[in-house]
T-cell receptor
Framework: DAGVTQSPTHLIKTRGQQVTLRCSPK?????VSWYQQALGQGPQFIFQ???????QRGNFPDRFSGHQFPNYSSELNVNALLLGDSALYLC???????????FGPGTRLTVL | GQQLNQSPQSMFIQEGEDVSMNCTSS?????WLWYKQDPGEGPVLLIA?????ELTSNGRLTAQFGITRKDSFLNISASIPSDVGIYFC???????????FGGGTRVLVKP
């Protein structure tokens, strides 16, 4: 039973570029949430997708956008990258909107 | 916005010792969760608490949901070397499944 998988593992971009991160949920899960974890801090909620729609959003600018596909996998897109976007991006999946979330290993994004 | 204050920020443990950490919030939560994160990995759920006053154990771990719904604590009994890592508390409110995390407690081994 595969857990949450994320790709790529690491990514290096320069300021102003755009990036797409990918997430496949745990088998049987239909809801995906994205979190940003800066070095030395706890994860911060970006947004959550269920039934291919954004259901809840944290305090992040419109540069952060996402998508959920019919197979429940999800993408996180970040436009016009800033140095401060450097972080570990975590994807979490759950069975429906109100059950516990299981996290993937994350994608480490470095913006130079 | 909501913030969770987690303490201590770091602690050193010696094998066999009991360890305690806690989390307080300025707002009420309906669910409290405790996660552990090892280097290079995502957080792993340890314990979930759903009712005020609830005391739940998972092996050597015990956690409680505070009566005010604004705090929670985690105890680790008889610590072992693999308990080293970063422990995070997280709260979930009434609206949606968004988790608000504390800043983490880093558990290290005494030299």
């Amino acid at each position: 039973d595969a857990g949450v998988t994320q790709s790529p593992t690491h990514l290096i971009k320069t300021r102003g570029q755009q990036v797409t991160l990918r997430c496949s949920p745990k088998s049987g899960h239909d809801t995906v949430s994205w979190y940003q974890q800066a070095l030395g801090q706890g994860p911060q909620f970006i947004f959550q997708y269920y039934e291919e729609e954004e259901r809840q959003r944290g305090n992040f600018p419109d540069r952060f956008s996402g998508h959920q596909f019919p197979n429940y996998s999800s993408e996180l897109n970040v436009n016009a990258l800033l140095l401060g976007d450097s972080a570990l991006y975590l994807c979490a999946s759950s069975l429906s909107l109100y059950n516990e979330q299981f996290f993937g290993p994350g994608t480490r994004l470095t913006v130079l | 916005g909501q913030q969770l204050n987690q303490s201590p920020q770091s602690m050193f443990i010696q094998e066999g010792e009991d360890v305690s950490m806690n989390c307080t919030s300025s707002s009420i939560f309906n669910t409290w969760l405790w996660y552990k994160q090892d280097p290079g990995e995502g957080p792993v759920l340890l314990i979930a608490l759903y009712k005020a006053g609830e005391l739940t154990s998972n092996g050597r771990l015990t956690a409680q949901f505070g009566i005010t719904r604004k705090d929670s604590f985690l105890n680790i009994s008889a610590s072992i070397p693999s308990d080293v890592g970063i422990y995070f508390c997280a709260g979930r409110g009434a609206a949606g499944n968004k988790l608000t995390f504390g800043g983490g407690t880093r558990v290290l081994v005494k030299p």
